[in-house]
């Protein structure tokens, strides 16, 4: 059984911060995490393994042989749809897949790893399968919460933790903010920034208070259960309510949590951990209902796998015969590599060296569960599980959970509020100064609402739109109070539906109707069948014009993203060689990821700058201007793409355009807007032989069933979409990548129209 990683909710990703799907992932607001909208798991059974592809791409492209002639369009209609999406799967990423399958393999040496997959994804990138658009932040808010003062780290859950976060009584003035987040990056790593942040807000005249009204909701949350869930809508509420093994401080430094120390064997197979004692669970009223153990982690662990809740990939080749207990082949889960050696000690043992493990340990994948808890709300494991059960009630509510993290969720409204107390009982509540929390829904209809909420303070921390810059100026709050908020590690991409089949949404076949012909969708398949096609049409999106609909003409490049993963998301630890088109290549200790990136592409000629050196100071990034948008390139390519298809019989003119449908939601305006800033800069390069096509989902809700809430590729109702984004969960570049795997097995390769 395969299951989904976390998908960001493109609503997260625009100016609040909100977290991964979830990547975890994000889109919507500013560098809050907001909203996310659910994830479908994926609950077909297949036994396919994830190198079927690769194995079909050798039967077809092996030395001697011709790779595999371009199938026509009535060919493709008559295949069965497993066959089709193994042939699209190979015609458009099968050299992708190749050198990211060899770069997974090296574990010994994380430099030549990280090398590797920057090449994996310089080919990526030139399928033209996605343009990546955006990150998450980088747009205008006020705020009281103090800069810096909770997690950053790009992956994981821990950025959605706010135990230690400061917030003050009154707006943070932007001149303070900005002497805070410079002595930030001084301090970071020394343990003394929370301190002395303290006492700089002291000799500032800014009081603290212990309750925040923290960021905003969007969507209810699906389960109460964080480990059923692949989804930041319903993680980032929960993971309040828990420990883990470790966390990370807000130095963005792995800390002790509830696992005071551990230990690597020096074959880096096995992680001992030593559990804190005298940890209790209680219930949603604080009673304590047990005492915290390492088999928590072992029952965790399985039940985690039991819910087949999006998860279960993280850990897939990981843990040891995790894959066995994953696909039902292994049946005993003692037989799995999670261990309570005795009450205070927890073993895991991998199925290779992975020294990124610590990093994935603080994910909700790697949550703890009290057993006792669990069964006695009607929870069983294996085979028994059942969630339908008439008796099981676990996770159903927050009243049937148990806790022994920080906060106790006091009250849940449907889109209305989510409520917090701090948990009388936690072992660490002496460095706790947020008593309470309370996050309220908003669906972002109104659109100067959260500016007046952020302004009043029933919000402590407000993203602000372009009405709300205006707002904020017409109230004279600007200049002292407005600040640019960081951005973070999630992307938020165009995609391409590489064969469209679904033409209404799957939920409801009366809304988000096509409008086109059957021509029209024949041509339209055709044509995104061609990788050049599909780089015309990257090539004609101008990005920032796109982003100023969001934030405004003053940040339009701050958040735009080059790249799928981070240019700057791993760094060489040592000196690499690698072969980059015969050539023997050297990069240096101390090559971030994204050069490596750009230099394949450069060697194979696509005038993408994925990675510029000169940005940032000179440190390099993939951030921060548009590297894709060019007019003429995009009619280049598509010059290409004309002939190429016209040998196949496919025509292209200005009597038969491309029409090309672009879902959005009419609901929100800066959707809208943006959605119109792409069509303009679409068909303005492409001088009539490419015209998009607005589909309107009337709601949210609607928008979302075009595609991020759909379970299959086939039932991805767009040629083109932005809806969602990725947000990384643990410290490697496959935490990106492997969304893009085959056979059912990456999130995104779904969002491609196929598997």
């Not at 700089?200 to 389960?223: C, I, Q, R, V």
């Not at 928008?703 to 643990?730: F, K, L, Q, R």
């Amino acid at each position: 059984m395969k299951n989904r990683k976390k998908v960001l909710a493109v609503l997260l990703a625009g100016t609040m911060v909100a977290g991964s799907l979830a990547g975890c992932g994000s889109n919507g607001g500013s560098d809050t995490p907001a909203t996310d909208t659910p994830v479908a798991e994926n609950n077909k059974d297949t036994e396919q393994a994830d190198t079927e592809a690769a194995n079909s791409e050798e039967t077809a492209t092996e030395e001697g042989e011709e790779e595999v002639s371009v199938k026509s369009m009535a060919e493709l209609a008559e295949m069965e749809y497993d066959d089709r999406c193994t042939y699209l799967y190979e015609q458009n990423l099968g050299e992708f897949y190749e050198i990211y399958q060899e770069a997974k393999a090296e574990v010994n040496d994380l430099s030549k790893r990280y090398a590797m997959m920057a090449i994996a994804e310089a080919k990526l990138l030139e399928s033209g399968v996605l343009n990546p658009q955006t990150a998450q932040g980088g747009s205008y808010a006020i705020s009281r919460r103090v800069p810096n003062t909770e997690t950053t780290v790009l992956w994981g859950n821990d950025e959605y933790r706010y135990h230690n976060v400061l917030v003050t009584t009154e707006l943070i003035k932007t001149a303070d903010r900005a002497e805070m987040r410079q002595k930030w990056a001084e301090l970071r790593g020394s343990g003394t920034y929370l301190e002395w942040a303290k006492t700089y807000l002291a000799e500032k005249g800014y009081e603290l208070k212990d309750s925040y009204a923290a960021h905003w909701f969007g969507s209810d949350p699906t389960t109460w259960d964080i480990l059923s869930t692949s989804q930041t809508v319903d993680s980032y509420a929960t993971v309040n309510t828990y420990d883990g093994l470790l966390e990370y401080d807000c130095e963005n430094v792995q800390q002790p949590a509830l696992a005071t120390s551990y230990d690597v064997s020096d074959d880096g197979l096995t992680y001992t951990f030593h559990i804190r004692e005298g940890v209790d669970w209680v219930d949603s009223q604080g009673r304590k209902v047990a005492d915290v153990k390492a088999d928590d982690w072992v029952a965790g662990f399985q039940h985690m796998i039991d819910t087949n809740g999006g998860l279960g990939d993280l850990v897939d080749g990981v843990v040891l015969n995790a894959s066995g207990y994953i696909s039902g082949e292994i049946t005993d889960f003692s037989q799995v590599g999670v261990k309570a050696i005795d009450d205070y000690t927890l073993e895991y043992t991998l199925e290779e060296p992975l020294p990124y493990f610590p990093t994935m340990l603080c994910y909700n994948v790697f949550a703890p569960l009290s057993r006792d808890y669990y069964t006695s709300q009607g929870g069983k494991f294996g085979d028994e599980f059942d969630s339908s059960a008439a008796d099981y009630t676990y996770g159903k509510s927050p009243d049937n959970i148990a806790y022994n993290g920080p906060f106790l969720i006091t009250n849940f409204t449907s889109k209305n509020v989510i409520a917090f107390k701090q948990n009388e009982s936690y072992w660490n509540k002496d460095s706790m100064t947020i008593k309470s929390m309370s996050w309220p829904y908003e669906d972002q209809s109104d659109a100067t609402k959260m500016y007046n909420d952020g302004k009043s303070a029933t919000l402590d921390h407000a993203p602000l739109n372009t009405s709300e810059v205006e707002s904020a100026k017409a109230d004279g709050l600007f200049d002292e109070y407005v600040f640019i908020s960081d951005t973070n590690g999630s992307t938020f991409p165009m995609y391409y539906n590489l064969y469209r089949t679904a033409y209404a949404n799957s939920n409801d076949e009366t809304k988000v109707v096509s409008v086109l012909t059957d021509e029209e969708k024949d041509l339209a398949n055709a044509a995104l069948g061609n990788a050049n096609f599909r780089l015309a049409i990257s090539f004609s999106i101008d990005k920032a014009a796109r982003q100023a609909q969001r934030v405004g003409e003053d940040l339009k490049y701050g958040r735009l993203r080059n790249t799928y993963v981070p240019g700057n998301f791993v760094t060489l630890e040592n000196e690499v060689t690698i072969d980059i088109n015969g050539t023997e290549t050297s990069f240096p200790a101390g090559t971030v990821y994204g050069e490596i990136v750009q230099a394949q592409i450069d060697a194979d000629g696509i005038p993408i700058k994925a990675f510029d050196k000169s940005a940032n100071d000179g440190i390099g990034s993939s951030d921060g201007y548009d590297g894709w948008y060019s007019p003429e390139n995009a009619v280049t390519f598509l010059n290409k793409a004309i002939e190429e298809l016209a040998a196949q019989g496919v025509v292209i003119d200005e009597e038969h355009p491309v029409r090309l449908e672009l879902p959005y939601t009419s609901s929100i305006e800066w959707v809208t807007n943006q959605a119109n800033a792409v069509k303009q800069s679409v068909e303005s390069a492409l001088g009539g032989k490419v015209e998009l096509v607005l589909a309107d989902g009337a709601d949210s809700n609607e928008w979302y069933y075009t595609g991020y809430y759909t379970d299959y590729g086939y039932e991805a109702n767009y040629n083109v979409t932005d809806v969602s984004g990725w947000g990384p969960d643990y410290g490697d570049p496959v935490t990106y990548l492997d969304t893009f795997l085959p056979d059912y097995s990456g999130y995104v390769t779904k969002s491609l129209g196929i598997f």
